[in-house]
């Protein structure tokens, strides 16, 4: 029997988590490509804003999502440093070419004819996939393709969670607003997915009548069964956790977490209810795409340790989302430099 050593067990793990990555990124471009995109249906993301801008810019739709996914890789490193740069920068390079992909090929056009009634028709003239005759389409297949593209995206970005990686796009913005503002990443989301989809189901309304308003609401429904999917396929994750783990190697794991993690740890003296045993309990607190990490390392320093995995409502602190007041927002700085300003100039 072949013995694998532990550096031949991280090299395979690492190219398991990048397998993963890859897979859920193109997942997400496949759902995309086949489902929402040529039938217009905004859903929220980088590809639903992406269909907001072709209505104005002469381009084809791949290229412009291939030009603002890169647009915000470069943004995201700028303001939120290459650490989190590395993590989406798999799914930055591929998801684009992976679009494109879809798009011209033979493989997207056979699976949209398949979705499409007669008096829509593929325009056999554009260099990607597009239809003509869009408002010719049945209610009941746009609803279709919307809840499967919905599925598919939610699919694709919780298989990338796993693998620990992200999916970029939008989420780069996410972060930026919650690094400078203090605002929670879950609401900026909600606020940049809800601005895309409202302007999205304005101009399908305005461009295409009843069927457009409609593909509008569908786009609401496809963003709710995105985020119900990630929710299932990333077993109700939230933004960060806590691990407690009482073992003997209470040093090698601090050690290991402050040097691969680059965090910290809280180690305090426990007793046993059982044994009456003074040990030693191990806290740490992490965000969900080192979950893998911190299993994968206490498993290799201390096969015999006891863990306990919890998810966090709030963390707030150094490493995480800065700690203001209730009282302490945007709005109440603004009005802080307005007053010094006033009186500068008395």
């Not at 603002?68 to 490193?77: A, D, K, R, S």
């Not at 989190?84 to 070419?97: R, V």
């Not at 798009?103 to 003239?125: A, C």
């Amino acid at each position: 029997m072949i013995k694998i050593n532990d550096r031949t067990k991280k090299i395979l793990k690492q190219i398991y988590n990048v397998f993963l990555v890859l897979l859920g990124t193109f997942v997400v471009a496949f759902g995309a490509s086949v489902f929402l995109l040529p039938f217009g249906i905004v859903s929220g993301g980088l590809s639903g804003f992406s269909l907001i801008i072709a209505e104005f810019i002469p381009l084809d739709i791949d290229i412009i999502v291939m030009i603002f996914t890169w647009g915000l890789y470069i943004i995201g490193l700028i303001f939120l440093g290459w650490k989190f740069s590395l993590k989406t920068l798999i799914s930055s390079i591929f998801y684009p070419l992976f679009v494109s992909l879809v798009l011209r090929s033979g493989m997207g056009e056979y699976l949209v004819s398949l979705l499409i009634n007669k008096g829509v028709e593929i325009n056999s003239s554009s260099s990607v996939l597009e239809l003509i005759n869009l408002e010719n389409l049945e209610a009941g297949r746009m609803i279709i393709c919307g809840l499967i593209g919905g599925a598919f995206t939610g699919l694709g970005c919780g298989i990338t969670f796993i693998g620990g990686g992200s999916t970029g796009g939008f989420d780069i913005l996410t972060f930026i607003l919650n690094k400078y503002t203090g605002l929670k990443t879950s609401i900026s989301a909600f606020l940049l997915d809800s601005s895309v989809v409202i302007v999205g189901l304005i101009i399908n309304a305005v461009k295409y009548s009843s069927i457009g308003f409609i593909a509008g609401l569908i786009g609401v429904f496809a963003a709710v069964l995105c985020a119900m999917m990630i929710e299932f396929i990333y077993d109700r994750q939230s933004g960060a956790y806590f691990a407690d783990i009482i073992t003997t190697k209470s040093n090698e794991i601090k050690e290991r977490v402050i040097n691969e993690l680059d965090r910290s740890v809280t180690i305090y003296k426990v007793t046993g209810g059982y044994s009456n045993e003074e040990k030693i309990c191990v806290r740490i607190i992490f965000s969900r795409d080192e979950l893998l990490k911190v299993k994968d390392m206490i498993a290799e320093i201390d096969k015999d340790a006891f863990m306990t995995i919890g998810e966090c409502q709030t963390v707030n602190g150094e490493g995480f989302s800065p700690l203001h007041s209730s009282k302490e927002n945007t709005i109440s700085k603004l009005k802080k430099i307005g007053k010094k300003n006033k009186t500068k100039d008395e």
